[in-house]
């Protein structure tokens, strides 16, 4: 425990900022598996909507540090290749059947 009031100060800081930054990263987290349902089960226009959310809650938190920017970048990255895949195949012709 802390023995100045500084240092109290301090700890009480920390706690706050740490269960604000947890609910952060718990939202992306929530948010990144939104987006790979959608991924799987919707269409390439709803993925890509969905991407768009999943890059504004990366962003914002790299901004503000709670995540590290490179986290952010391979992440929305990786999000944007699944989604590129989606589009792709959503608007690949069917394959003929013989």
Do not use: C, W, Y
């Not at 706690?15 to 939202?27: G, M, P, V, W, Y």
């Not at 959310?53 to 938190?61: C, G, N, Q, Y």
Request: aromatic share 2%.
């Amino acid at each position: 425990m802390p023995h100045t009031h500084s240092a109290e100060k301090r700890h009480r800081q920390n706690e706050k900022r740490r269960l604000h930054n947890r609910a952060i990263k718990k939202a992306i987290k929530v948010q990144i598996k939104t987006f790979l349902t959608v991924v799987q089960d919707g269409t390439p226009e709803a993925a890509a909507a969905e991407l768009q959310r999943t890059v504004r809650k990366l962003d914002k938190a790299a901004a503000k540090r709670v995540v590290h920017p490179n986290l952010a970048a391979r992440k929305k990255s990786q999000l944007a290749r699944l989604a590129n895949a989606k589009k792709a195949q959503g608007t690949a012709p069917a394959p003929a059947k013989s």
